[in-house]
């Protein structure tokens, strides 16, 4: 047997079922659609509060309590009436809830192993349950195991309208209490203190969370739920702290996810809608973590190279200015800064590799810090605006030197490690900070070198006078 | 100081971004009784833990009796936070302290009858001995404490490191740890305590180190404990050194600087 | 009726040995790692028996272990890297790794010789009759033989470095600091939790193996007073929820691996009645 018969989802017959559902000539398909992009948004949403909360995985143990409630509606009314269905499932997920927080208050059994034992116990139970009713002869049995993996495909026009219902009314539920959840969220005490109706907002969380897990197991199952209110929030932290935003976002991927697994479902109706929705869910995770602006993997990356070039810049523009103070000076004037040095005498003085120094040698040039030289391999000099922040940083450096000395209690051999990598943090702002809480004002630093004042200032206070 | 029981030298550490200690170094002298004090927050408890290994350290490192720790481990007893540990444990009084026998044994290795008269004698130091087949969730606050220390007793240490062995204990415990301490010292043991309450320390300990996310001072208890110290520890934090620290770490600053 | 016998004692080993491991899943605070793994391994070891091209036992546990591993090791650096919660970092790693298992059974269903139903409640029914043959002679169901390997093991591994496991799980702090290497033997304790889970996967499906590692155990958890005796407990309550729940299924022609499991949490909650009835009849002593 071939191992590539799996694929069969490129033959020619499946395009066509795609493009079928897209020019939504399938009232059902578009029904489908509808039902599990609003399922994707309103279960991303109300997740976002659960993740926020700390709870993230009780959808995970609402979801597989909810299994029983299910079946043993199915048996008392035996109906698959959607409604019938729903609040089998609601009363049964309630009861896990119940339990989930029962067990550690008045026993040992900790928060964690209680959501455990919540999520197995009521899931043998459904499942004994659905295995009991296979054995039956009734109608309308054939669609119950359905709710373990999902299946969008099978389900049928009320069971989408209620699910429509439901979801958008949990949006709006969400959108009236938003600035009640959002401060419970992130400031509980507060809330408290401001005398907020905890029980209140507590149920009414816990009745949307309950209900969108519910309405959510017809198209990702018992087992899958917890994802769908899970990654969506998980990936939006990527792109913004901002509460609204994050929500958006998370409604944003939890939708297309929807969409996405609504297309599959309809193109291969033998494969199970739930699981086709994590991946899609985990894919857009894996994204956010490594291209999200700011807050993903590579642009930390790529932040961290910006900062390491212009470390290494900082260094020799440092380490320069170091070269001209060692150089035989006049006496009784100001620095002169305008001494010439050799790559050899920049890498005695700092440990650097050639290729680095010439590299940064040539972005200190076109910025404009060093003296323009072709090919330099000696003659480099700092140009006016070079020798300017050559000054400043080693103002910065020495002047963080006296302050951990001085105020940090630390010894003088000891503090040179540190102020080289403070001096390239320091704001002029916090300079002055610096200057102003030290002790004596000295114009040299533990090592006995000299502070040089800022060209920046001189030039200022000339202006002035 | 020759031949000192701990010697630290620029220990650096974080929590995620924050910087927790900064630069912090200093040696202890032998047969005494050391107190690491300072404010909430301060990195006390932290820098016992960095010294431990249970945490990792930026920078720096921590030399016991001239070596690592690594090589000096039946030297050193560690006693934890009494809190961070799980008293719903099924487990006896006896089985705790016996613990403390662990680490002389291979893991296959069962403790033997020598190892049971050497956690007896323990539990009979702390006065715990009658309480030896009592399960611990039985026990009071100030009992527990009482527990743990016969479990670092049991190990026949040298130094002992402790994080907050006062802490919500009743004043009969606290004056059994107190005659502990003495038994100890006369025995040329050295004891550390990360301690929280101002008022005692002086009485309780010999020496005492101010950490405030850095060190401030260390040395004798008379030596040490002037209002200018008290005044830098309990102060507040150096709000330029903690947030330029913390920049520095947010930056990563300090592993792009090193390459 | 061998094929009773065959069927009680593989979910005996099965029930036993899931109950063992879930001790320390419990007293470690990993009851949601457990149930990530078991639900994981689906994907290694439907992955190994794509990759192999057969149904090999050892490939089998490899997969399932790699993943389970893997499932720790991922879930982990979410949380450090990520900044993510715990529970999770535990749940976008899991809900990826058995979607993925569960879309691979469905397309080459053939080739794996699972299906869905069979991932979720196991096959013991069928266990009988899925046997093999070792020297020309027919020795009994692969499933019995599986998980007896497993039980070995474990076993073992637990009365062997018994002292470590229970340093660890009480005060990992203090385990550090004698020098004990708290990842080695989370690790192991992880590496048993995967070989268990496969083990019984064949048997009683994915869900109902977190029924049996945490419910007997947290039962166990009520009443032990010591980890030794903590064990037997849980695995005297792993087996009688088999020979009830067996029992139950048979009368009511249910599921087996539901039935089980379902006996088992009821049998917690009886414990929990009866400790709480206690409670209110005696008065708290003061010592």
Redesign the interface.
């Given at each position: 047997?071939n191992?590539l018969q799996?694929f069969e989802l490129l033959e020619p017959g499946y395009w066509q079922l795609f493009i079928e559902f897209w020019s939504f000539v399938d009232v059902n398909a578009t029904w489908v659609l509808v039902g599990t992009v609003l399922l994707g948004i309103s279960a991303s949403v109300i997740g976002s509060f659960a993740?926020l909360r700390?709870r993230?995985?009780m959808g995970?143990a609402l979801a597989?309590a909810a299994l029983p409630g299910v079946m043993i509606a199915f048996i008392l009314f035996q109906t698959n009436s959607p409604l019938v269905m729903f609040f089998g499932a609601i009363f049964s997920s309630f009861m896990g809830l119940f339990l989930m927080s029962w067990?550690p208050k008045?026993?040992?059994?900790?928060p964690?192993?209680a959501?455990?034992?919540t999520?197995?116990?009521f899931?043998?139970?459904g499942?004994?349950?659905?295995?009991?009713i296979q054995?039956l002869e009734i109608a309308g049995k054939s669609g119950l195991?359905k709710m373990?993996?999902g299946q969008a495909a099978a389900m049928l026009p009320s069971d989408l309208y209620l699910l429509s219902f439901v979801a958008v009314t949990i949006l709006i539920t969400v959108i009236i209490f938003f600035q009640k959840f959002r401060l419970i969220a992130f400031n509980l005490v507060y809330a408290q203190a401001l005398g907020f109706n905890m029980v209140l907002y507590e149920t009414i969380l816990a009745i949307l969370i309950v209900t969108s897990v519910v309405i959510g197991l017809q198209i990702v199952g018992v087992?899958?739920m917890?994802?769908v209110l899970?990654?969506p929030v998980?990936a939006a932290?990527?792109w913004s702290k901002n509460l609204s935003t994050m929500l958006f976002t998370a409604g944003v991927i939890g939708g297309v996810s929807g969409l996405i697994s609504a297309n599959i479902s309809y193109m291969a109706p033998?494969?199970?809608t739930?699981?086709?929705m994590?991946?899609v869910?985990?894919v857009l995770?894996i994204l956010s973590?490594l291209f999200a602006p700011e807050r993903g993997?590579f642009s930390n990356l790529n932040?961290?190279h910006k900062?390491?070039l212009k470390?290494r810049e900082e260094n020799i523009l440092r380490t320069l200015y170091v070269l001209n103070e060692r150089t035989l000076q006049p006496a009784n004037q100001e620095i002169q800064l305008n001494y010439s040095f050799s790559l050899e005498d920049i890498m005695k003085s700092r440990s650097v590799g050639l290729g680095e120094l010439q590299q940064t040698l040539k972005r200190l040039c076109v910025k404009g810090l060093i003296v323009n030289m072709p090919s330099q391999q000696i003659d480099i000099k700092l140009s006016e605006r070079g020798m300017d922040q050559a000054i400043d940083l080693t103002i910065r450096h020495r002047l963080w030197e006296n302050?951990?000395t001085q105020?940090?209690?630390?010894d003088a051999e000891?503090v040179h490690g540190?102020a080289?990598?403070?001096e390239?943090?320091?704001t002029e702002e916090?300079t002055q900070?610096?200057e102003q809480?030290l002790i004596n004002q000295s114009t040299k630093d533990p090592h006995g070198k000299l502070i040089p004042v800022s060209r920046k200032i001189k030039k200022e206070l000339s202006h002035d006078s | 100081m020759k031949n000192s029981p701990l010697v630290v030298k620029?220990i650096n550490m974080r929590y995620q971004h924050n910087p927790v200690l900064?630069?912090v170094s200093f040696s202890i002298p032998e047969a005494k009784t050391i107190a690491i004090v300072g404010p909430n927050g301060s990195g006390k408890s932290t820098l016992l833990k960095g010294i431990m290994g249970l945490e990792p350290l930026m920078s720096g490192a921590a030399v016991f009796f001239g070596d690592s720790l690594d090589k000096k481990r039946l030297a050193v007893a560690y006693v934890p936070q009494r809190e961070e540990s799980d008293w719903?444990f099924p487990i006896n009084v006896m089985d705790v302290v016996l613990m403390g026998r662990h680490g002389q044994l291979k893991f296959w290795q069962r403790p033997t009858s020598t190892d049971k008269k050497i956690a007896e004698q323990a539990l009979e130091q702390v006065s715990m001995l009658n309480f030896k087949a009592r399960q611990i969730n039985e026990l009071s606050g100030g009992q527990q404490q009482r527990v743990f220390l016969a479990r670092a007793l049991a190990q026949q240490a040298s130094l002992y490191l402790m994080d907050e062995p006062f802490a919500g204990v009743d004043v009969t415990t606290e004056k059994a740890i107190i005659n502990l301490f003495a038994e100890l010292k006369a025995k040329n043991k050295t004891i550390v305590c990360v301690h929280h309450d101002l008022n005692t320390v002086g009485e309780y300990f010999d020496w005492v180190i101010l950490i405030n996310a850095?060190?401030?001072?260390v040395g004798s208890a008379e030596e040490v404990l002037t209002v200018e110290n008290l005044n830098k520890t309990y102060g507040g934090r150096?709000s330029?050194?903690n947030?330029?620290t913390e920049?520095?770490y947010r930056?990563?600053?300090?592993k792009?600087?090193d390459? | 009726m061998i094929a009773d016998i065959w069927i009680l004692a593989t979910a005996s080993l099965v029930a036993i040995s899931c109950s063992m491991v879930g001790v320390f899943l419990?007293l470690r605070?990993?009851?949601?790692l457990?149930?990530a793994i078991s639900?994981s391994v689906l994907l290694g070891i439907v992955l190994a028996y794509?990759i192999t091209?057969s149904r090999s036992i050892i490939a089998m546990f490899i997969g399932a272990t790699i993943i389970g591993l893997v499932t720790a090791w991922l879930s982990n650096s979410l949380h450090k890297?990520?900044k993510?919660?715990t529970?999770?970092s535990?749940?976008?790693v899991f809900?990826?790794f058995?979607?993925?298992g569960?879309?691979l059974v469905?397309?080459?269903a053939?080739?794996v010789d699972i299906d869905?139903?069979c991932v979720?409640?196991g096959e013991i029914a069928f266990a009988p009759f899925d046997t093999i043959i070792f020297g020309g002679n027919d020795i009994g169901p692969r499933a019995f033989w599986v998980i007896l390997g497993v039980f070995l093991l474990n076993i073992t591994i637990f009365i062997l470095a018994f002292n470590r496991f229970k340093l660890v799980a009480f005060n990992s702090g203090m385990a550090i600091s004698l020098g004990v290497s708290v990842t080695f033997w989370h690790y192991l304790l992880m590496t048993m939790v995967s070989l268990t889970t496969v083990a019984s996967f064949d048997a009683v499906g994915?869900?109902?193996v977190?029924?049996l590692?945490?419910?007997p155990a947290?039962t166990a958890?009520?009443l032990a007073k010591s980890l030794k005796s903590m064990l037997i407990i849980a695995a005297i309550y792993a087996e009688l929820s088999v020979l009830i729940g067996y029992a139950l299924a048979v009368v009511?022609?249910?599921?087996i691996?539901?039935?089980?499991?379902?006996v088992?949490?009821v049998l917690?909650m009886i414990t929990?009645a009866v400790?709480?009835w206690q409670k209110k009849r005696t008065p708290v002593s003061v010592f």
């Open positions: 047997m191992k799996g993740f700390k993230s995985l995970d597989h067990l008045n026993t040992k059994i900790k964690d192993a959501m455990a034992i999520l197995s116990f899931f043998a139970l499942m004994m349950l659905l295995s009991y054995g195991d373990l993996f087992v899958l917890a994802a899970l990654t998980a932290r990527f033998a494969m199970p739930g699981p086709w994590v991946v869910l985990s995770f973590f993997l932040k961290q900062l390491r470390v302050y951990l105020k940090v209690n630390i000891d540190q080289e990598k403070v390239h943090l320091l916090q900070q610096i809480e | 620029h900064t630069d719903d850095r060190l401030i001072a150096l330029l050194l947030d330029l920049r520095l930056t990563n600053l300090d792009v600087h390459e | 419990i605070r990993m009851s949601l457990g149930d639900h794509l091209d890297l990520g993510l919660q529970d999770a535990i749940g976008i809900t990826w058995f979607a993925m569960v879309i469905t397309l080459y053939g080739k869905q139903e979720l409640y994915a869900i109902l977190v029924a590692l945490i419910i947290s958890y009520l009511l022609d249910s599921n691996a539901a039935s089980i499991g379902v088992s949490g917690l929990v400790l709480q």
